[in-house]
């Protein structure tokens, strides 16, 4: 009885142990806002992003961390094709290297991709006629933080609704 309960004991306090790194190593990931006055609309992005770089028509900006190992594009542009999701993931696919892995639905579209020991991924997002977007290039050796970021920047993404 007494081993049985060492095990459980044991057991309990490994699952704990395991959830708590994979707790911490998702706090580690801080954010900062940027705001598009042209779009009207808000996107979090990690801090490690230092560097910043204004599209001249203000329908975006670059980041860069400040090893240069990493770069991060988010931009609005007017849906004057119409397009959905899966017509501008069919575009991506027609330019784009071949994706590892690639979703689509009526407003939404996602695609990532290797470049040499880097990872790219990017997301698109239609709300009333514009076209969110953002697509992040990172090593591949800092995958977990980046994998991390991507979810905030996409759930922060997603609740602009009253971009124009």
Not at 67 to 84: H, P, R, S, V
Request: net charge positive; glycine share 6%.
């Amino acid at each position: 009885m007494k081993k049985k309960i060492s095990i459980l004991l044991m057991l309990v306090l490994t699952i704990s142990m395991i959830s708590g790194i994979n707790a911490n190593a998702a706090t580690k990931v801080k954010y900062k806002n940027y705001t598009n006055a042209r779009f009207n609309y808000q996107v979090k992005y990690p801090t490690k992003f230092t560097k910043k770089t204004f599209s001249d028509n203000g329908d975006g900006v670059t980041l860069t961390t400040k090893k240069k190992d990493a770069t991060c594009l988010i931009w609005g542009g007017y849906n004057i094709m119409e397009d959905t999701g899966k017509t501008l993931l069919k575009s991506i696919k027609s330019y784009s290297p071949k994706l590892s892995s690639s979703t689509s639905n009526k407003k939404t579209c996602s695609y990532k991709y290797k470049k040499g020991k880097k990872i790219v991924y990017g997301y698109r997002y239609i709300v009333n006629d514009v076209v969110l977007g953002f697509e992040i290039t990172y090593p591949t050796s800092q995958k977990s933080y980046y994998e991390t970021a991507i979810k905030t920047i996409r759930s922060s993404m997603l609740k602009n609704k009253k971009v124009h």
